[in-house]
């Protein structure tokens, strides 16, 4: 599914951000950068050890919550991988929306200032984080549109969904969120 913004794309696929063909992947990484399982688990896997050793030195203090630090990709298909750290969820009255919204927007804001045109993103805090998904897609695509329209860039954002519930709950909010645009 995709949709546009100007000359900008929008696209949902279900699939693995690991293998993604773009600029910059995201991981879901932990406030310590320390790895970990899900997305951070197979990044690390796949793009092998430079990546760890890059965020070491370059990031030892490790990365905030709702903030986003940038390395190279190892191994994988990306020049880059953007390593967010989203909220863990807690009932949603602790800053959970805002600080998942400040990770989409660092991630894509780091990814313009490195010059890259297409990044992919899984769904940060929605697994081990237990953010719940349909709330987690609404704030992940309004915060996406909103970046695409005072910036211009990136031109393709893609959210690489990993289970069917995932991709429903963004296709979903996709829709909901161009039929309040229009
Ligand atoms: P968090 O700790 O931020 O919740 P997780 O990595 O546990 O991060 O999960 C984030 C989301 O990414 C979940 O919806 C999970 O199902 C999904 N996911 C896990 N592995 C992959 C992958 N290889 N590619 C894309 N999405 C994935």
Redesign the pocket.
């Known amino acids: 599914m995709k949709r546009s913004i100007g000359d900008q794309t929008i696209e949902l696929v279900q699939?693995?951000?690991?293998?993604q063909n773009v600029d910059a992947i995201v991981?879901?990484?932990?406030s310590s950068l320390a790895g970990?399982?899900?997305?951070?688990?197979?990044?690390h896997r796949r793009g092998g050890p430079s990546i760890m050793q890059e965020t070491d030195e370059m990031h030892s203090q490790g990365c905030p919550t709702g903030e986003a630090v940038i390395s190279g990709a190892g191994k994988l298909p990306a020049r880059y991988v953007i390593h967010a750290?989203?909220p863990?969820w807690d009932g949603g009255r602790r800053g959970e929306a805002e600080l998942l919204a400040g990770a989409y927007r660092n991630s894509l804001q780091l990814a313009v200032e490195h010059g890259c045109r297409s990044v992919a993103f899984?769904?940060?805090?929605?697994?081990?984080?237990?953010?719940p998904?349909d709330l987690?897609a609404r704030t992940a695509l309004a915060t996406t549109i909103e970046f695409l329209q005072a910036h211009g860039e990136p031109a393709l954002v893609r959210f690489?969904?990993?289970?069917d519930g995932?991709y429903g709950a963004f296709a979903a909010a996709l829709e909901e969120a161009f039929k309040t645009e229009d």
């Open positions: 699939g693995d951000i690991t293998l991981n879901a990484a932990n970990g399982g899900g997305v951070d688990g197979a990044i750290v989203g863990i899984p769904a940060l805090s929605t697994g081990a984080y237990g953010y998904m987690a690489v969904l990993f289970s995932a």
